[in-house]
């Protein structure tokens, strides 16, 4: 397999000449004088350890063309600050940019479809994350250890991810696909994290007073006629609260107060609320 570079040593420059399509497996690992790496146009592959231990990798210029990105690729890289990942790229690796401990920014680029486990794991400094749109998979403990890290949105393609993935982070909301609503990945987050759905059902709110209710849907007046608050369209979800703690009187003679959702009660007080 043709491999050409050059390398620079007082400028600590290392050129991957043109073809040069793949990195083989091991290469450069354990390289204290690589601080740049620049990509020919043709790179399609960068194996397993290929820059392992860089640790004064500090900039990192990644073709479109790259496809793939093997197993701890970028192990233990403690000065690379950012990296963004070409729209080429279809997977990374288990442990691929595990000890990124100056990594601050991670860009995921729009064909990604797997993280590996702990592939950004123990990135102590990550605060800016935003994953592609195309992605599947979010490996175990993918971004486990990044107590920087505050916030992320889940793509609506995520359809797995994997345990303690963002475990041990500064993430207290988060937005999630819909689909994620009946089994919320609650072993996924730190404990008490804040789930938020995307494109779910609107919710209806409203406000029962002294004299009637009134929300966004419906409104009325407390008549014999005109007791009950209906939200009973399928899907949709109500929600209504007493205005400043007031005592809210039915009807005389057994009339209600009904709040239904989805074709079935919700709250039903016969005399006072």
Not at 115 to 136: A, C, E, M, P, Y
Request: charged share 20%; glycine share 8%.
């Amino acid at each position: 397999m043709t491999f050409n570079i050059q390398f620079d040593p007082e400028l600590g420059l290392l050129e991957v000449l043109p073809g040069s399509p793949n990195i083989p497996a091991g290469s450069f690992k354990q390289r204290d004088d690589i601080q740049t790496v620049t990509f020919s146009d043709d790179l399609e592959n960068i194996d397993s350890n290929a820059f392992a231990s860089c640790r004064n990798l500090t900039t990192l210029n990644l073709p479109d063309s790259l496809s793939s990105i093997g197993k701890e690729a970028f192990y233990a890289n403690f000065s690379l600050q950012r990296l963004v990942l070409p729209n080429g790229v279809v997977s990374i690796d288990d442990y691929a940019f595990q000890y990124g401990r100056s990594l601050q920014s991670v860009h995921i680029g729009e064909a990604v479809t797997s993280i590996g486990k702990r592939s950004f794991s123990n990135g102590w400094v990550l605060s800016d994350l935003q994953l592609g749109d195309s992605l599947t998979t979010i490996g175990e403990k993918a971004f486990y250890r990044s107590p920087q890290l505050r916030e992320v949105s889940i793509p609506d393609s995520v359809i797995r991810i994997g345990h303690d993935a963002f475990a041990g982070t500064g993430i207290t909301t988060v937005v999630l696909p819909s689909h994620f609503s009946d089994n919320p990945p609650t072993e996924v987050f730190e404990p008490g994290t804040v789930f938020i759905y995307r494109n779910e059902e609107s919710i209806d709110s409203g406000e029962l007073t002294n004299s009637g209710w009134q929300s966004q849907s419906n409104s009325g007046l407390w008549t014999k006629e005109a007791d009950r608050l209906d939200s009973s369209e399928a899907g949709q979800t109500i929600s209504w609260k007493i205005a400043d703690q007031q005592k809210v009187d039915t009807l005389q003679g057994g009339d209600s107060l009904i709040v239904e959702g989805a074709n079935r009660p919700a709250l039903t007080n016969a005399g006072s609320l």
